[in-house]
Nanobody
Framework: QVQLVESGGGLVQAGGSLRLSCKAS????????MGWYRQSPGKQRELVAV???????NYADSVKGRFTISRDIASNTVDLQMNSLKPEDTAVYYC?????????WGQGTQVTVSS
């Protein structure tokens, strides 16, 4: 069992920045991958960024060059730095832990970008 606690969402103007943080209840190196997903009303949950156990990161095309995923193994946290935010980035953002053929999810944090 893994608990994930997210923080850092909020309201920001277009062009602004936010940093999301996800703290896991166990060693994040035990995950095959950890990532951030988002879901907007009426849309399916989509991958935003993921970092594998080896530390390689991948991003959705829509956020490349603007978002950066990082991890702190000592504190079992995975962060998402979001810069140059756009109104279309508005969504609930979820932290994900993939391990042992299971997906664990955080409770989600709202990000709202005003135009």
């Amino acid at each position: 069992q893994v608990q994930l606690v997210e923080s850092g969402g909020g309201l920001v103007q277009a062009g602004g920045s936010l940093r999301l943080s996800c703290k896991a209840s166990r060693n994040i190196l035990s995950a095959n991958a950890m990532g951030w997903y988002r879901q907007s009303p009426g849309k399916q949950r989509e991958l935003v960024a993921v970092i594998g156990s080896g530390g390689i990161a991948n991003y959705a095309d829509s956020v490349k060059g603007r978002f950066t995923i990082s991890r702190d193994i000592a504190s079992n946290t995975v962060d998402l730095q979001m810069n140059s935010l756009k109104p279309e980035d508005t969504a609930v953002y979820y932290c994900n832990f993939k391990g042992w053929s299971l997906d664990y999810w955080g409770q989600g944090t709202q990000v709202t970008v005003s135009s």
